[in-house]
């Protein structure tokens, strides 16, 4: 990957960014690292471990990082959609930042291995089904050898649907089972790349909104609030679900709320930002079939 | 606070009627109306001495858009059955585009609530104008037949384990039976100040 070690120097060394936000060898596999010096650049790397979405590092609240400086980011294909939804809403200036680009086969569903795995349907990750970015367009460079496709995953609408086939008793029982593990420790809020409120209503306690006690009820507040506020926003890069820590399937809500923006206003995520988001938009001949 | 002669609760089994209650389950609904619509035509609906059931507890916001969808998540933790969205017809907002935005979300919101498991049934959206009293009155009663079938919402009720009607907070706040159709008075018995204080589950409204 010395394509991706060569761009990163040269941008620090003609002072064009002041830190360069890619991915490291950790002790226990990929991790994310912040190279502000042009010999330090080696220690950039990118394979199939390479999994989280370093466009969380953009959120212009992340002040120990924007101290940094200017900033040059490696974004995968679905790294490069979360940045475009934050140029969408203008969290950034394009200006602001650098796009290193890398093309993508694909990456694992757990970043913490000494090696890169093998990618196959067992080892890939769910977010890579149906991936259409595999090299991002919006970027300033792109670098690394075209990739083959990465394996075919369990079809994430699959299991949407299987979950649409159940009565909404049968639903409601899925869900506040998965819910009850729930801490709301927000682990799923931190690792988004949209989740960028200066204050999350979570937080806010005059009036409580949401319970923030862990019980079912206050964790299906809080999922409820979390989904309907990135909807039409999540680019499904499952990021929240990597970190969750008691595995309770977020991909499966967000993947039905893009379905729901797709069938409703027609809108899938798009790596430009100039395309309005479906929610803050409306179009006086929008579907009303569900109103009386 | 007096509690001789304490009115039951809407919906309340009466103590002799253990487990066949769906005949006189009275639903909560909860309403969330535009000031400029909705709101003056269940006005007009009142004025005009339109026949409809009284277990809507309308509030009133300023248009539709200002309906944030945790209203609606917080109406059934507090013992909603069921919850009517209603603002101004399109091309009719007296902001201009409030209900737009509120058709798109709601649009979303009500397939989510329905993902995690919310019957959309339990939940009404309209467009109630100024001069549809009556209107008004047919969107309160079909809803309120739909959430009879469909029954007391337990299951979310009791998401957090304490939803019995003695640690509900607002029960003091209750309409008569008489008001709401319930048939007999509860006994004072058993419901004595202690039950109906505030169990302390945090007002959060």
Same mark, same amino acid.
């Given at each position: ?13 003609? %002072? ?60 995968? %294909? ?120 200066? *204050? ?16 079912? *009820? %206050? ?13 039409? *926003? ?59 | ?63 539709? +858009? ?20 209603? +603002? ?44 549809? +009293? ?72």
């Amino acid at each position: 990957m010395s394509e991706l070690q060569d761009t990163a120097r040269r941008l620090l060394d003609e %002072g064009l960014v002041q830190v360069v936000i890619g991915w490291e060898e950790g002790p226990r596999g990929a991790r994310p690292v912040f190279v502000t010096s042009a010999a330090d650049c080696e220690r950039l790397i990118f394979d199939a471990r390479c999994v989280h979405n370093l466009a969380t590092f953009l959120n212009p609240r992340r002040s120990q990082i924007t101290a940094l400086g200017k900033a040059a980011v490696v974004v995968k %294909g679905c790294d490069a959609k979360a940045v475009a939804g934050l140029l969408r809403e203008a969290q950034l200036e394009r200006a602001g930042i650098v796009l290193i680009g890398v093309r993508c086969g694909g990456v694992a569903g757990e970043p913490a291995t000494l090696a890169p795995p093998a990618l196959s349907a067992e080892t890939v990750s769910a977010r890579c089904w149906g991936c259409d970015v595999r090299e991002p367009e919006s970027v300033d460079m792109l670098v690394g050898e075209a990739q083959p496709e990465p394996p075919v995953t369990a079809d994430l609408d699959e299991r949407v649907a299987a979950l649409d086939a159940l009565s909404p008793a049968e639903r409601f029982a899925f869900w506040t089972k998965e819910l009850s593990r729930c801490t709301q420790c927000y682990a799923c809020r931190q690792a988004c790349p949209l989740c960028c409120c200066e *204050r999350c209503i979570v937080e806010k306690t005059e009036p409580q909104w949401i319970e923030t006690s862990p019980h079912p *009820r %206050g964790n299906f507040a809080w999922h409820l609030t979390r989904a309907q506020h990135l909807a039409g *926003r999540c680019v499904g890069c499952g990021e929240c679900e990597r970190a969750c820590p008691v595995g309770i399937p977020l991909g499966l809500i967000n993947r039905k709320l893009q379905q729901v923006v797709y069938e409703l206003y027609g809108y899938t995520v798009s790596e430009d930002p100039a395309v309005p988001a479906p929610i803050g938009a409306y179009a006086t001949d929008d579907t009303q079939d569900f109103i009386e | 606070m007096s509690v001789v002669n304490q009115p039951q609760r809407s919906g309340e089994r009466a103590p002799d009627d253990s487990g066949r209650a769906t005949a006189e389950f009275e639903p909560r609904i909860t309403a969330f109306v535009c000031n400029w619509c909705t709101y003056t035509g269940a006005d007009l609906a009142g004025t005009s001495r339109l026949h409809m059931a009284s277990n809507v507890r309308i509030i009133r916001l300023p248009c539709t +858009g200002r309906i944030d969808h945790v209203f609606i998540v917080k109406a059934f933790e507090r013992g909603a059955d069921g919850v009517i969205v209603s +603002g101004c017809h399109p091309a009719d907002c007296h902001y201009t585009a409030g209900n737009y935005h509120a058709r798109r979300r709601f649009g979303v919101f009500r397939e989510l609530l329905s993902f995690l498991g919310v019957d959309p049934e339990r939940l009404t959206f309209s467009w109630v104008s100024a001069s549809e +009293g009556g209107k008004w009155a047919d969107v309160v009663n079909e809803t309120i037949e739909r959430v009879r079938r469909l029954g007391p919402f337990d299951s979310y009720h009791g998401l957090a384990g304490a939803a019995t009607p003695a640690d509900d907070p607002f029960a003091r706040f209750e309409m008569p039976a008489g008001a709401t159709g319930g048939t007999a008075a509860a006994p004072a018995d058993g419901h004595d100040a202690a039950s109906q204080a505030p169990s302390g589950t945090g007002d959060a409204s």
